[in-house]
């Protein structure tokens, strides 16, 4: 067990190192901040930005510079906003994180009953109709759904705000918007896991023994079904951090999805950086969960 | 399981129903932006959207109204006492937000605080437009001179948009607190509560010189996606939203709770030509390129009428504008007859850059009119990014030339749009890089080394006819600048872009 978590620590720095290097590499091939920043200034001007920035040295030297930094957790100072970077992402953080747990709630309180009854009832209405949601639900980009959304119960019957994050009315849509992003897959998972395991020899012996219908798909059939699931809604949530992207953009949530936007618009290297390495850090952290989930459902990894 | 399903679905129902659209209160006024500035440090930054916030929280010494004529502010009057000294006189009793009062010492420290040499690290992104004061003297209490290193004759221009910050406090609570929290004025709001990226709420200043606004309470809110803005102004969760693009006016224009407010703005479009490489190296070439554009029709199908065809790239509003230069008319055959005199009667085929997104349709109509004159062009889509290395850096790398535009950066003067275009020192924007047109440098440095208005003016009506002759651009418009507002707002869109909501008042 010790040895695992080892493993996976590990794992998890190099991920970052990785991470950080990439971003690193794009960023600083795609332009220069300076005129970003002050645009309409002469080139005297932007000359002296670019050196107190240390955008005049080696890329070689920024970057061991910049990993020495985040070492000892400083991600330098927004070019931008001439703060430094870090404190700008981690109070945007809770607004993503709320956003995309509340996210993954919806969509397995959705997903999670109605793959089960499909699963069970096969070929009836619920199936059918749950088919048709998946696949509608699939199709719609992540920024149309929520500009419906809005349309719909903002615009339309006025019932919530268009958009804000001041009070949890606020949050509700663009909650479903990103919730309806994950939920057709995980329904889907949830389904064919089921149908699976509810012919398998254990279930029918389940039944035989008397045990009850709903016992024998909640305790015995699910528990199995469980582990593609678990696996599919780690990935998910990597996926929904993305989403976060474009659906606070569309809610103006005052999130690290948009903060990251801007700051690549404005080439801002320190923000964007510090951003993707916290994302990339909860990406990681979240595997880590699923595999010790996994652990917990399936013992046999374990002795592996 | 079924139970189970159907309470899933009943809360999810009921969670929607319970909560309601927050009302707007009467006397908020609710203003939305892209987004919100990260500090409110008047000093520290460059943005539209910050100058946008900060005009309504401080003053400046000099103020334009919605006609754009100079007013005073807390400045009541001034007089040049010689080529590079002004007097200012000061108003007597204006109050900061923490009831200060302001005096010269303030004014003098909101200058040195961006010229101050020495603070590289930290110097205001400002710096480049004031850097010709090169003292700000005390001569008594409400008196100053204004001490100018060489004549700089757009100081007043740059007077308009210089907030003045209280002395005392920001010694006392730094830097930092002041762009974040202790944030304080002398303008028409003060801050109530400033939350980085997503909202700022001010209240009206009760002691402000000029008296109260109209509304008690000013929100401005950071909203990124235009149809967001729109929603909210079509359901009253904002009251005033910005650069409404021409697609949208008619929408804004039929809908019970909306109206369109439009100015025209200082913007001015063109497609900057490649002067050192074939074909654009040949003036023919060039001219044939601004007789192929049909300017008006643009204007009128593609931006709604939003828009005024420009003679040369200065614009009718800005001092040095020469009425008597007309502009290119649209003549494809003569185009076409002055490409084969240069030497290209079966055409040419170039390349056009853009960064310009929202103008996209126009840049491609472009691209479309110079190709059905032979100029056959292929046209390239930029992220801004990247653009700046392909066209504005390094040695200007882009082919054949770029669609772009200008702002001026709100000064009603032709230099503001000359210099930074097409002057060739290496302290220019890129005209370094693509404009070869001999004589011009010694003109435009001419006339931005003279305070007499008369010889400047001159001067400009020298440019403007020899750029239109020599052709560095395809010359096309200028743009309007179009606010939605709804209709329990009374609002008008200013020439410079400003959101001036001192002048907003409810209706009904």
């Not at chain 1, 009070?167 to 509700?172: G, I, R």
């Not at chain 1, 057709?184 to 998972?189: E, G, H, M, S």
């Not at chain 1, 020899?201 to 709903?214: L, N, P």
């Not at chain 2, 830097?175 to 709001?189: C, L």
């Amino acid at each position: 067990m010790t040895a695992l978590l080892v493993r996976r620590v590990i794992r998890l720095l190099v991920v970052c190192l990785g991470v950080s290097l990439v971003t690193f590499s794009i960023l600083h091939a795609s332009g220069d901040p300076v005129s970003l920043v002050m645009p309409e200034a002469p080139e005297a001007d932007r000359v002296v930005l670019r050196q107190a920035l240390g955008l005049d040295d080696p890329l070689a030297i920024q970057f061991l510079r910049f990993f020495g930094n985040v070492a000892t957790g400083n991600f330098g100072n927004s070019f931008f906003h001439r703060t430094p970077a870090l404190p700008l992402v981690l109070e945007r953080m809770p607004a993503t994180l709320t956003l995309t747990v509340l996210a993954m709630a919806l969509a397995l309180a959705v997903a999670v009953p109605v793959g089960i009854y499909s699963a069970v009832r096969r070929n009836s209405l619920v199936d059918h109709v749950a088919t048709v949601v998946v696949f509608l639900g699939q199709s719609m980009p992540v920024f149309w759904t929520g500009i419906m959304l809005i349309l719909l119960f903002a615009v339309q019957w006025r019932v919530l705000p268009v958009s804000g994050w001041e009070s949890w009315s606020a949050v509700v849509l663009p909650a479903i918007t990103l919730g309806t992003f994950s939920a057709p897959l995980l329904l889907r998972i949830v389904r064919s896991s089921m149908l699976e395991v509810v012919h398998l020899d254990y279930v029918r012996t389940a039944r035989a023994k008397g045990v009850s219908e709903w016992v024998v798909i909640l305790r015995h059939a699910l528990k199995n079904a469980a582990l593609p699931l678990v696996t599919v809604a780690g990935l998910q949530f990597g996926l929904l951090l993305g989403g976060a992207v474009i659906t606070e953009s569309v809610f103006a949530v005052p999130g690290v999805g948009r903060l990251i936007v801007s700051s690549i618009r404005q080439l801002d290297f320190p923000v964007v950086q510090a951003a993707v390495f916290f994302l990339a850090m909860i990406i990681v952290a979240v595997n880590f969960v699923v595999d010790m989930l996994y652990i917990y459902l399936n013992p046999q990894i374990r002795v592996r | 399981m079924k139970r189970a399903f159907v309470m899933v679905l009943a809360l999810a129902i009921l969670a929607t129903a319970a909560v309601s659209a927050p009302g707007q209160s009467k006397d908020t006024l609710t203003v939305a932006l892209v987004s919100i500035i990260d500090t409110l440090d008047p000093h520290m930054h460059f943005e539209r959207v910050g100058i946008l916030i900060n005009i309504n929280m401080f003053d400046s010494l000099l103020h334009k109204n919605a006609k754009l004529e100079y007013e005073p502010s807390l400045a009541t009057s001034w007089k040049a006492l010689s080529d590079t000294v002004w007097e200012v006189k000061l108003r007597k009793g204006v109050k900061f937000h923490n009831g200060d009062t302001m005096t010269a010492e303030d004014v003098k420290y909101s200058f040195d605080r961006v010229t101050e040499p020495g603070k590289e690290k930290k110097r205001s992104p400002q710096y480049g437009n004031i850097r010709a004061i090169k003292e700000v003297r005390i001569v008594n209490p409400d008196t100053i001179h204004i001490v100018t290193d060489k004549p700089f004759p757009l100081l007043l221009e740059r007077l308009v948009f210089f907030p003045i910050v209280p002395k005392q406090h920001i010694e006392k609570v730094g830097d930092q607190a002041f762009g974040e929290s202790a944030t304080v004025g002398t303008g028409p709001w003060k801050l109530l509560e400033y939350k980085r990226g997503h909202h700022i709420r001010l209240e009206a200043f009760d002691q402000h010189w000029r008296g109260k606004p109209a509304f008690k309470h000013l929100t401005i809110r950071g909203i990124p996606e235009v149809a967001t803005q729109v929603a909210e102004l079509k359901t009253g969760g904002v009251d005033i939203i910005r650069n409404v693009s021409a697609d949208l006016v008619p929408d804004l224009k039929a809908h019970p709770q909306t109206s369109i407010s439009s100015a025209p703005i200082l913007r001015t479009h063109y497609v900057h030509l490649d002067m050192r490489t074939e074909p654009f190296n040949r003036k023919l070439v060039r001219q044939a390129a601004n007789y192929a554009i049909d300017r008006e029709a643009i204007v009128q199908k593609m931006m709604a009428g939003l828009g005024r065809v420009v003679p040369t790239v200065v614009h009718p509003a800005v001092f040095g504008y020469d009425a008597s230069v007309t502009p290119y008319a649209y003549d494809p055959k003569k185009a076409q007859a002055l490409l084969a005199q240069a030497g290209y009667p079966n055409g040419v085929d170039i390349t056009l850059h853009s960064s310009f997104v929202e103008f996209r349709p126009v840049f491609e109509a472009i691209t479309q009119m110079l190709t059905d004159v032979g100029i056959r062009t292929n046209a390239r889509m930029w992220d801004p990014g990247p653009a700046w290395n392909k066209y504005f850096q390094g040695e200007g790398k882009a082919t054949h030339g770029y669609y772009g535009s200008w702002g001026y950066y709100s000064v009603f003067d032709a230099d503001a749009i000359l210099h930074p275009l097409y002057h060739t020192e290496p302290g220019g924007w890129v005209g370094k890089w693509y404009i070869r047109v001999e004589g011009l440098d010694q003109l435009v440095d001419q006339a931005r080394s003279t305070v007499d208005q008369a010889v400047r003016k001159r001067t400009y009506s020298q440019i403007q006819r020899l750029i239109k002759e020599e052709a560095p651009s395809i010359f096309l418009f200028h743009q309007f600048d179009t606010l939605g507002v709804s209709k329990r707002v009374e609002y008008q869109a200013r020439g410079d872009e400003w959101l001036w909501l001192f002048d907003a008042r409810p209706k009904r």
